[in-house]
């Protein structure tokens, strides 16, 4: 195969302003660059070709990863590698540190942003799950204001995210892990482990001390237009004690809820049968103790 490369002319801004400047309506497509590992490979394959790529790698007030009160606030700039390293996020945010672990390559994760990942807006995101399990928040600059966005509402569809144009995501915010709660990700690839899910669970329970759980919250991916929260599967369980046919059930409602296609990894119907076992299992681990990130 032949790979064109398409001119184009490569801004650095060294501040925010000037980035928003940067990205603020002219004609032609510019587009934002963060570690570039989606982006590039779209550009080697002429699906875009923006005549200006503007980078935000003179910025370092964005790759920030810091606790703000309770609140862990993650710079969109911040590498996938270092939100897993992190000992703020692992101790703090243990279900995030794990599925930002569980993206793809060592080379990806080392250059690919925690921005770059939602902004992509790919239904089989690792962290897009997490993220709506953790009820995290989107900060967004624009050239007048900005304004912050439930991560459930960033994802609008395929490929499709709450953002307008000339608007950069600055931030994810994300609340404390609820006292107590047990957490963790799994992620199954069909192919080879390195893969985008073909299914990925996140799930957050919040045992009492009877064992009936009093919160229960459930992110899917990779089987649906967008990363999804399986709120009709959480409902089945919140306040009830997670016996194995409850979980069954709750797997079972989960795989209802979902909106799979099919493609070259599995089909929908596999993908549903998929999260029948992976809801259940992961569930289940969080139960026993067998599993908890
Ligand atoms: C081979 C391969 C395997 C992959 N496997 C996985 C996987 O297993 N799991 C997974 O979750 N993802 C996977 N990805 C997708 C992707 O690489 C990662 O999601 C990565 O986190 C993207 O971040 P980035 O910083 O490289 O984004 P970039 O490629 O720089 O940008 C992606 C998009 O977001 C926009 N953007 C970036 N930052 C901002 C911002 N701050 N504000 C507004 N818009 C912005 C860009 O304009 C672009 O449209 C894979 C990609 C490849 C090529």
Excluded at 37 to 48: D, E, F, Q
Excluded at 164 to 178: K, Y
Aim: proline share 7%; aromatic share 4%; charged share 25%.
């Amino acid at each position: 195969m032949t790979v064109r490369l398409y001119p184009f002319q490569l801004v650095e801004p060294e501040t925010l302003a000037a980035a928003l400047d940067a990205v603020a309506g002219r004609d032609g497509d510019a587009r934002l660059v963060a570690g570039g590992t989606a982006l590039v490979p779209m550009i080697r394959l002429g699906l875009v070709k923006p005549d200006r790529l503007i980078s935000l790698h003179r910025l370092p007030e964005l790759a920030a990863i810091r606790r703000d009160g309770g609140i862990l606030e993650l710079g969109a700039m911040a590498r996938l590698a270092d939100i897993h390293t992190a000992p703020l996020v692992r101790e703090g945010w243990p279900l995030l540190a794990e599925a930002a672990r569980r993206v793809a390559t060592p080379a990806i994760r080392v250059s690919g942003t925690i921005g770059g990942n939602l902004c992509y807006a790919e239904a089989a995101s690792d962290p897009g799950p997490a993220l709506l399990c953790l009820e995290a928040e989107v900060r967004i600059a624009r050239s007048v204001g900005g304004r912050t966005v439930p991560a459930t509402d960033f994802f609008r569809g395929f490929y499709e995210t709450a953002l307008q144009p000339g608007e950069i995501v600055t931030a994810i915010r994300v609340p404390a892990t609820p006292g107590g709660a047990r957490s963790g990700y799994v992620k199954f690839t069909s192919r080879s482990a390195e893969d985008r899910p073909l299914v990925g669970v996140a799930a957050l329970v919040v045992p009492d001390s009877s064992g009936r759980w009093l919160d229960a919250r459930i992110g899917l991916g990779g089987v649906a237009p967008t990363p999804i929260r399986a709120r009709r599967a959480e409902a089945t369980l919140r306040g009830e004690s997670p016996t194995d046919a409850a979980l069954r059930a709750t797997a079972e409602a989960a795989a209802r809820e979902a909106e799979p296609l099919s493609d070259l990894m599995g089909s929908a119907d596999y993908r549903r049968e998929m999260i029948r076992v992976w809801v259940r299992r992961l569930l289940t681990m969080l139960r026993d103790g067998t599993r908890s990130s």
